[in-house]
């Protein structure tokens, strides 16, 4: 068990909807991660938030959004979901940044599974 | 972003060790070396990570070479829980926002 911890576990829903994925990190930890992981595809990062900041984007289209709310936890908001957006979502946490130095291991979740029909 | 290169696959046999390597000669010299290892169906976890010395932890061993330009990360003895994918990721230490994976190295160990 990682102490991270995922909602939900699997979600199916059609085209076109609008889902949210929650993620609770590990206590203590400040920075949230999200990546997507299509099947046989590799992990694909997707936004990074820290102590309620975003500090880094990656592959995250425009009808996707994040934010980390004041007690750290986060969501993930996927919109106008494509038959394509169907991945597992992980969700990963780490301590941040201590002394000017990013440090830490990430901690992933079990990830959400998403299906989109 | 500096750039790792892993091969798509190795085979290991069980209880034999398994040297899993990555080259990274475009690495700074703040970047830190880390592995991530991910069981199937499972979220990735973490292995371990150096920057410049050898490291040793209770699941791996990682060997830096002195230029820093590749590492090699260890199994002592291979079980068959360790097959996995073996992702190996470079991450600056001072300024670094994001954690970003590559296709890693598929390891699929032998009774």
């Known amino acids: 068990d990682s102490g991270v911890t995922q909602t939900p576990k699997h979600l199916i829903t059609a085209t076109g909807q609008r889902v949210t994925l929650r993620c609770s990190p590990r206590?203590?930890?400040?920075?949230v991660y999200w990546y997507q992981q299509s099947l046989d595809q590799g992990l694909q990062f997707l936004i990074h938030?820290?102590?309620?900041?975003?500090?880094a984007k990656g592959n995250i289209l425009e009808r996707f959004s994040a934010q980390q709310f004041p007690d750290l936890h986060s969501e993930l908001n996927l919109s106008s979901l494509e038959l394509g957006d169907s991945a597992l979502y992980f969700c990963?946490?780490?301590?941040?940044?201590?002394?000017?130095?990013?440090?830490?291991?990430?901690?992933f979740g079990e990830g959400s599974r998403l299906t989109v029909l | 972003d500096a750039k790792t290169t892993q091969p798509n696959s190795m085979e290991s046999n069980e209880e034999e060790p398994v040297h899993l390597p990555c080259n990274h000669s475009?690495?700074?010299?703040?970047?830190?070396i880390h592995w991530y290892r991910q069981l199937p169906s499972q979220g990735p976890e973490y292995v371990i990570h150096?920057?410049?010395s050898n490291v040793n932890n209770r699941m791996a061993s990682l060997a830096i070479a002195e230029d820093r330009k590749s590492s090699t990360l260890i199994l002592h003895r291979a079980t068959l829980r360790d097959a996995a994918v073996y992702y190996c990721?470079?991450?600056?230490?001072?300024?670094?926002?994001?954690?970003?994976f590559g296709a890693g190295t598929r390891l699929t160990v032998k009774p």
């Open positions: 990963a946490s780490s301590v941040g940044i201590s002394g000017g130095v990013n440090t830490g291991e990430l901690f």
């Open positions: 206590s203590g930890d400040l920075s």
């Open positions: 938030y820290y102590n309620g900041e975003e500090r």
């Open positions: 475009t690495i700074s010299g703040t970047d830190y």
């Open positions: 150096g920057l410049t």
């Open positions: 990721i470079l991450r600056d230490g001072g300024n670094n926002n994001d954690m970003r």
